[in-house]
């Protein structure tokens, strides 16, 4: 069975300062997928990031890298330079393949930047 | 246009009353999904469409019922309603159910309050 788990149920920063948001994922399968969404207020989940499990490549986007570990089943969330409006709840996200789509999401770790 | 949209935002209802939540994507998707977010617990994926047919049903009681008339537009009828229904119900859509898992695209959500 799959499992998500974002141990940080919510984490409060100063502004610029730097945060991660941890993810650990259980899967049996090899080739799965991994996604973060980002909820802010207003409630619609918007779209961060896709990676499968055959690219452990980390990625940057502008403030936002993600760090994927298999030997750690980990895919990690680090936001540099933190702002007001990065306030959201995130979630991390697992998808097997042949699963038919099926998104099993961590609990979501709530962040407020503070000014 | 956004890609997922909702309708009502807010709604609330009496345990007796029947009413309908509506989501229509603008994203020449053809797989579409229901899920509920209560509050403390993940995000539960409720029903899946793929080209209009009902592909999954996660245990979900009959007093939701689902229709799909196209790939556009989804629907979700509620009735007898219990306080406990009480929550964030989003949906979202992608391209089509594959062997590899895509990415969804959620609307804002429909908050649903019953008394």
């Known amino acids: 069975a799959q499992k998500v788990t974002q141990a940080q149920t919510e984490i409060s920063v100063v502004e610029k300062e730097d945060v991660t948001l941890d993810c650990v994922y259980e899967t049996r399968d090899t080739t799965y997928y991994l996604f973060w969404y980002k909820q802010p207020p207003s409630g619609e989940l918007v779209f961060l990031i896709r990676r499968n499990s055959f690219d452990e490549q980390n990625e940057i986007s502008g403030r936002y890298s993600w760090n994927f570990q298999k030997s750690t089943s980990s895919f990690n969330f680090t936001i540099t330079a933190s702002q007001v409006v990065d306030s959201a709840v995130y979630f991390c996200a697992l998808s097997e393949a042949g699963a038919g789509n099926m998104l099993t999401f961590g609990g979501g770790t709530r962040l407020m930047v503070k000014p | 246009e956004t890609g997922v949209t909702q309708t009502p935002r807010h709604l609330v209802m009496g345990m007796t009353n029947k009413k309908s939540l509506k989501c229509e994507q603008h994203l020449g998707h053809n797989a579409m999904y229901w899920y509920k977010q209560s509050a403390k617990k993940p995000l539960e994926l409720m029903f899946v469409y793929n080209f209009k047919e009902q592909t999954e049903n996660n245990s979900v009681p009959s007093r939701f019922s689902p229709e799909c008339p196209n790939s556009s537009h989804l629907f979700l009828h509620l009735h007898t309603l219990q306080p406990e229904d009480s929550a964030l119900y989003l949906c979202?859509?992608?391209?089509?159910?594959?062997?590899?898992?895509?990415?969804?695209?959620f609307g804002p959500g429909t908050r649903l309050t019953v008394l």
């Open positions: 979202a859509s992608s391209p089509e159910l594959v062997v590899f898992p895509d990415t969804q695209y």
